[in-house]
């Protein structure tokens, strides 16, 4: 089992509506998750971080957290062109930050 | 976010030379830098931790010996590939952070072609 796991997609969907990106995680005891975005070509660029069980929003973006099922998502309400690109779910265990494979998401206008 | 500095973004180099990439916190101290290396269409692979002033905790299967890692000061990290081999071109991508269990803030990545 890996550590941690992301449909690879590509996830498409239509301009204007709510893409749902999901994670889920081996390691019980971890504490810390990211969301990441890669372009391609380019580096990642953290979106979100969220630390407790429930949901956290920043903008167009929600993430949800439920350590008992260990599982965390992303939600991108109002999906734009511009977000089309690999998601990348990341968590903390031991001091180490592990990735999962990215889901590649596809916004058509 | 915090910004970190990733140089050279791209070096091609002649099989059998070193390369050496810098990474650079710039607007805070990290106390702990990640390096991972990224193939074509796949995730990232971390390859080892380091901590400020400590040896690198390398990744199984990573040669520490190939890939030497040097974390000298709270904001510079250095990756040097050894003896460079065609199997060795990938994307290298550094990461910073400032403290256990925050965020951790990426390098702009250094694309290594070696001929």
């Known amino acids: 089992q890996k550590e941690v796991e992301q449909n690879s997609g590509p996830l498409s969907v239509p301009e204007g509506a709510i893409a749902s990106l999901n994670c889920t995680y081996s390691d019980r005891v971890s504490q810390s998750f990211f969301w990441y975005r890669q372009y391609s070509g380019k580096s990642p660029e953290l979106i979100m971080s969220?630390?407790?069980?429930g949901d956290k929003e920043d903008g167009r973006f929600t993430a949800q957290l439920n350590k008992a099922s260990q599982y965390v998502s992303l939600l991108i309400r109002d999906s734009q062109p511009s977000d089309s690109a690999t998601y990348l779910c990341a968590v903390l265990q031991g001091g180490k930050l592990i990735f999962g494979q990215g889901t590649e998401l596809s916004v058509k206008p | 976010g915090a910004v970190v500095s990733q140089h050279p973004s791209w070096v091609i180099c002649k099989s059998g030379t070193s390369v050496k990439i810098e990474c650079r916190s710039l607007d805070f101290q990290a106390t702990t830098m990640f390096w991972y290396r990224q193939f074509p269409k796949q995730s990232l692979m971390l390859m080892a931790t380091?901590?400020?002033?400590?040896?690198?905790?390398?990744e199984q299967g990573v040669e520490k010996d190939k890939f030497l890692i040097n974390h000298a000061s709270l904001t510079l990290s250095t990756l040097t590939v050894t003896s460079a081999h065609p199997e060795d071109s990938s994307f290298y991508i550094c990461?910073?952070?400032?403290?256990?269990?925050?965020?951790?803030?990426f390098g702009q990545g250094t694309r290594l072609t070696v001929v």
């Open positions: 380091s901590n400020e002033g400590s040896k690198a905790t390398y």
């Open positions: 969220i630390y407790s069980n």
């Open positions: 990461s910073a952070r400032a403290a256990l269990n925050t965020e951790a803030f």
